[in-house]
């Protein structure tokens, strides 16, 4: 008897805790789906150390938090508030703290093995064919051409997600620029992030070159003036660091290489992100575990001050004109380097250049319709002045 009054007890108390988590766990939806605005569940201090790398379960159960309680999960579009419309076209996207939640979300449900494939249905893809992808892609990312670093999968995305420019050794040059500058300014994503990877071929022929254990290969040429800058800078900053360990480092600086030449060319980035539109962040995906180490967000405003008080950014008014004349600048370095260091092929190397420089010269004049009667041969010099040709490098070599 007393056997079965022992059983009743605890079956009323186990119904009795499922009915108080079944109430517990209603109560937190509701109260979540009311927040319809953006942005406005994020805690700084939270969100601060959510993003910090090595914290993944935290991370993971604080995101999730965040992303439950806003009505954007779905990635519709959500009016930040009515006072933004007709100013700002971000207002109908969400800010940039929850596309950067949704993407470290992302990445951990890969990482982890718990991908969830969304937006790859049909039911999607007639929406794309319909409907313009601003209203639904939520980060501009710039990362490297290796096939090991599939950018939509590694952050569990799908089809009007990610606005993606990609190239060996995410580097950004020209036509990465101009290619950031649409997912900024057509496709309005409120986050643009610029993703290294760990063991880059590229930044790693480069590295091998600056050391003198090996040259570098003609198909090569067009990226080393991007990423040179970022291996001296490693290597200077670093004179213990020997033979290939500098490499993560160097990929790291060649992040914010990217990003500093982004800055210096895109007068209408530097203003988005000022006017706080738009956030941008350096990250590093780690090709072996599938986790991305989310570098310091402070780090890109640090560089975008920088830039702000240097002489050498390209003004406001003149960004299609700057942008022309870098190009041709580059291009004229590069065939110069081509000639000056060890290089093989070097005769097919300079050919090639000469060819893409006269083809780009005369697709940049077509499409671009204003700027090019402005140009102004101080905007050659200058450029001139702001890279480094390869044969920098040679000082380098001699302490590696
Ligand atoms: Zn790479």
């Not at 590295?207 to 003198?212: D, K, L």
């Not at 490499?247 to 990217?258: F, K």
């Not at 590093?284 to 640090?302: A, H, M, Q, R």
Request: aromatic share 4%; net charge negative; charged share 25%.
């Amino acid at each position: 008897m007393n056997d079965n009054k022992n059983k009743l007890v605890t079956l009323s108390y186990i119904v009795l805790m499922v009915i108080l988590i079944v109430i517990l766990n209603s109560t937190r939806n509701n109260s979540g789906t009311q927040h319809g605005e953006t942005g406005q569940n994020i805690d700084p201090a939270a969100y601060k150390e959510a993003v910090e790398p090595n914290a993944q379960t935290t991370k993971m159960e604080y995101l999730n938090q965040v992303l439950e309680n806003i009505a954007t999960t779905d990635n519709r579009p959500v009016k930040k508030s009515a006072a933004d419309d007709g100013e700002n076209p971000f207002a109908a996207k969400i800010s940039s703290d929850i596309a950067i939640a949704k993407l470290i979300q992302g990445n951990i449900k890969f990482a982890k093995g718990e991908s969830t494939y969304p937006n790859l249905d049909l039911e999607r893809r007639l929406l794309a064919a319909t409907e313009s992808q601003a209203a639904y892609a939520f980060a501009t990312v710039l990362s490297c051409s290796d096939s090991r670093v599939p950018v939509e999968a590694i952050f569990d995305a799908g089809v009007m997600d990610i606005f993606v420019v990609r190239v060996a050794g995410n580097v950004c040059d020209v036509d990465e620029r101009a290619s950031i500058e649409y997912g900024l300014t057509h496709v309005n994503t409120p986050v643009l992030v610029v993703m290294g990877h760990t063991q880059c071929g590229a930044v790693t022929a480069v590295t091998h070159a600056i050391q003198g254990r090996d040259e570098i290969e003609s198909n090569l040429l067009e990226l080393v003036d991007n990423i040179q800058p970022a291996v001296k800078k490693a290597i200077e900053l670093n004179p213990d660091v020997k033979g290939d360990d500098i490499i993560p480092i160097a990929t790291e600086e060649n992040v914010w290489t990217s990003i500093e030449d982004l800055f210096i060319r895109s007068p209408v980035t530097r203003e988005l992100v000022t006017k706080g539109y738009v956030k941008v962040v350096g990250a590093v995906y780690d090709i072996g575990t599938g986790n991305i180490n989310w570098l310091s967000e402070e780090k890109p405003l640090d560089i975008l001050a920088k830039v702000e008080a240097s002489p050498e950014k390209a003004g406001i008014t003149s960004c299609h004109t700057e942008e022309k004349h870098h190009g041709n600048a580059v291009k004229e370095e590069k065939i110069e380097g081509a000639e000056e260091s060890a290089v093989k092929e070097d005769s097919v190397s300079a050919e090639e250049s000469t060819v893409k420089d006269d083809g780009a010269t005369d697709e940049e004049s077509a499409v671009k319709e204003n700027g090019a009667a402005d140009e102004t041969p101080e905007a050659t010099e200058e450029d001139n002045d702001q890279k480094e040709t390869p044969q920098a490098a040679e000082p380098v070599t001699d302490k590696a």
